[in-house]
Each structure stands twice: as C-alpha cells, then as structure tokens.
C-alpha cells in the first residue's frame, strides 16, 4: 500500500519547517537512504532521508511552501507493484489521530463577539465554544498553546495552512482581529449571570498601535522569518521563567596573550599554511570547560524533578549570522586541546553562517559564552539560554591603569560577566566558577597541561 512521506520533526523542539527543495520528482525511484528533500528550520537546513523503498508517486507539498507541520503528509511513495499513477494524494492530514474538522455551525454570536449568547440556546454555545474531541479544530500545537494563552475559540478561526490546518499567524491574525474569545467553563445547571469582560493583561502596544506612533511611509516593514520568532520566544521565556544572578570581575591578558603569540609563531605548517591560529576566544572557551571541570557543582541544569550534574563541559560560543545567532557547541572542552578547539570552531562557525549545522551540534550543552569584544564592547550582561544554567559574556581586552605592589601599573585587562540561573548557580558558586575561570585565564600554562 502507499506510504506516506511526513514532515519530519527534525529538534525536539521544532513544530514546523519551511519545504525548500525536493531533490527527487514524481516518477523517480527511491531507496531506503536515498537524499530525498532539503527542510529548511529556523536554525539550519537539513537534508531528509528516505525510509521506504518504491517510487516518489505524489508530491503533496511543493517544494518552497513555509510553516509546513511537523508530521503533516508532503508526499506518498508507491510500493513494489503499485500503480504510482493511480496513487492518490491524502485530502486531510493523516499524521495525527484527530481527526480533520467538520463545517463550522454559524454561531449567533459570531457576527457581534461581545454580546452574550441567547439564553434559550445555550447548548449550542457551549459546542462553539469547546468542541466535542471527534470535532476538534485541526491545529498545530503551538497554534493551539497561542489560542489557549489568548483565550481564542479555535472553532471560529479560519486556517491558512495545509489542508485548512490552523498555524500561527492565524492566531496571531485572530488576536489583531478581536476573534471571538473562547467561553469559560460553566458548572452544570442554569447558565450564571454575564459578568462584565475583564481587562486584559498588559502585553504591550498592538502592531496597528505601534505603527501610529510613526509617520506613514517613514518605516518599512519587514516579516519575522522563522529563526528571529523563534529568538524572541526563547528569549521571552527565558527571561519570564529564569531567576538572573550576574556576577562580573577583571581578568589580566597579558600573559594569556604572549603565550597565545607563541603558540600560533610555532604552529606547524599544513598544505603550506599553519595547521591552527588561536584566538582569545579558543582560550576563553577552554578555561570555562576548565573552570567547569575544577567547580563541578557549577557544570549543572536545572529541571523542576532534579538537577542534572553534567559529567563533561560542552561550552556553546553564540555565533553571529543573518538573521540572528546560533550556538554551536565544543562538546567535551576541558578535554579537548587549543588547536583542536579552534579548528573546531572556525569549521561550526562556516557552516553555521551556511546554516549547514545538525541539530546535535547547537543543541544542548551545558553552558556558553557570548563574546562581544571585538566590537570593542567592554562589559555586557547576556541572557541564559536554557538547559544552561550559565553563560559568561565576554568584553574587550583593554589597556587599563592597575595598582599592582602598592604601585600604579598597566595592564590589558578584559571585563567578563557570568550570568547565571539563580535556581542552581546562587552567588556564591557563580563568584566561585569565576575566580576558577580567571585562574586559568591569568595563568595560562595551565590549560596546557
């Protein structure tokens, strides 16, 4: 029988993708393994493997469609012996088990969303207002959390997506719009009395209030693309569900950047160029993954069951592209010497700039660091990104004026600021991680041993 091609879920965390291309037409044969479409997520564009073996016998998403669900049907392949021209598209989404939503009965209130409903009728209200499972509104999950959260009634939003699916914008369309609000569950017996609506939570200016406070024509719009959405959301939530604690202190260069200028003078050559260039920040990376390995208590994630003790130090470096940032990641750093770390580095940072990065090489980790010194940046405080419980922001090295034996002295000093969730890294630990970080940044030899 046919076998359905499905979005792939390609990160725990991802809802939907973006088709960019098929790399296999309507007729072409296909083996297990076989490159068969490039997804396009937030992050990175990956390839998907075929897992069935037949011939590509319907492509029901065409290549270039945005905001595809996660499991939603994009082709079908026929199997041995099939007639691939008799293979027909499915006409709903078959990768869940709910099934896809009947016609909407009008409401009498639809037209006038805040006039209550009759009372001689409320029984068909109530269904509007929370429909029967084997009714239920065809939605992606965020789309139903975004509804929930805004208090939106699915069953009156039209869905944009395929095969009628409701997707985001449309909730965000529905809240621009005053669609109407989903009812709150009523205890069973006689209707109670209207109450008068309450006011709203403060979310800040809408769009339409927002673009009043300019002149028209003295701005230009530009759409929020995947990666940016999902930038904010974290970011939000980060800062909502995280408790920050910064903790900032100077570390001396000096020593850090002769030994660094020593190290790269003796690189040996490779295809008639050094096999490795350090950077400062190759170093920074390697004394936290050390400083993490001196202060294990600090290598920690927090989850509400348990804390998570991390038995290696895998550091993310935020990485600037268009659009937004990445964080790669240097899996098991403490263990990992300056030249692999850097060659490491450089290679991530191409390809994540190309956004040819794998889940598994921007995912995870246990802390990270964010460094803004080559801008001339001097200090900064950065937000955690969960799972961490800690991110250190780096600024530039500067000459400054230092008292050293009593006596006025300069140095090449560079500001650094651990931010840290305050749930599992109090001040005492991060103050403690630091001074371990600026042990090995102020002596470091010791990151070569």
């Known amino acids: 029988m046919p076998v359905n ?17 098929w790399l296999k037409k309507e007729g072409d044969k296909i083996k297990s393994g076989d490159i068969i479409a490039e997804i396009e997520t937030d992050k990175a564009t990956m390839e998907v493997e075929a897992v069935d ?3 590509l016998a319907k492509i029901v998403v065409p290549e270039g469609t945005a905001d595809v669900a996660v499991n939603e049907v994009i082709g079908v392949i026929a199997g041995e012996g099939e007639d691939a021209k008799s293979v027909s598209a499915p006409s709903a ?4 088990s709910e099934p896809a939503p009947k016609a909407a009965e009008p409401a009498p209130a639809a037209a006038a969303p805040a006039a209550p409903a009759p009372a001689a009728a409320p029984a068909p209200a109530a269904k509007a207002a929370a429909p029967a499972s084997g009714n239920r509104p065809f939605a992606s999950p965020l789309a139903r959390r975004l509804a929930k959260d805004a208090g939106i009634d699915l069953g009156k939003v039209q869905g944009s997506g395929p095969h009628g699916r409701i997707v985001e914008k449309d909730i965000e369309a529905a809240r621009q719009g005053g669609a109407a609000k989903a009812a709150p569950a009523a205890a069973a017996g006689a209707p109670a009395a209207p109450k008068p609506a309450a ?8 769009d339409e209030q927002t673009k009043k406070l300019f002149a028209p024509g003295s701005y230009e719009e530009i759409p929020h693309d995947g990666m940016r959405k999902t930038i904010a959301r974290r970011l939000t939530e980060a800062k909502q569900t995280i408790p920050h604690f910064y903790v900032t202190l100077d570390c001396e260069l000096d020593a850090l950047l002769k ?16 096999a490795y260039k350090l950077s400062v920040n190759d170093m920074v990376i390697k004394a936290l993954a050390l400083a993490l390995k001196a202060v294990p208590d600090a290598n920690v994630s927090w989850t509400d069951a348990a804390m998570l003790k991390h038995k290696h130090a895998d550091v993310g470096v935020a990485v600037s592209i268009p659009g937004g940032l990445i964080t790669p990641i240097i899996r098991d750093a403490c263990h990992k010497t300056l030249s692999q770390i850097s060659n490491e580095m450089k290679d991530m940072a191409a390809r994540a700039k190309a956004r040819k990065l794998k889940p598994e090489e921007y995912q995870g980790g246990t802390t990270a660091v964010s460094n803004l010194g080559m801008f001339g940046v001097k200090d900064f405080a950065a937000v955690v990104n969960p799972p961490h419980a800690t991110i250190l922001a780096v600024g530039a090295g500067e000459q400054r004026v230092i008292v050293k034996g009593g006596q006025p002295a300069v140095a090449t000093v560079m500001s650094v600021t651990l931010s840290t969730d305050h749930r599992a890294v109090d001040g005492a630990l991060g103050a403690e991680l630091l001074q371990a970080f600026k042990g090995y940044i102020e002596k470091p030899m010791a990151m070569l041993v």
């Open 5 to 21: 091609i499905l979005m792939p879920a390609l990160s725990p965390t991802m809802e939907k993708g973006n088709l960019a291309k």
């Open 53 to 55: 073996e037949g011939i």
């Open 93 to 96: 989404a078959p990768a869940k």
């Open 199 to 206: 006011a709203p939570l403060a979310t800040g200016p809408t």
């Open 259 to 274: 030994l660094r200028a020593e190290l790269n003078a003796a690189a040996p050559e490779k295809d008639g160029k050094p």
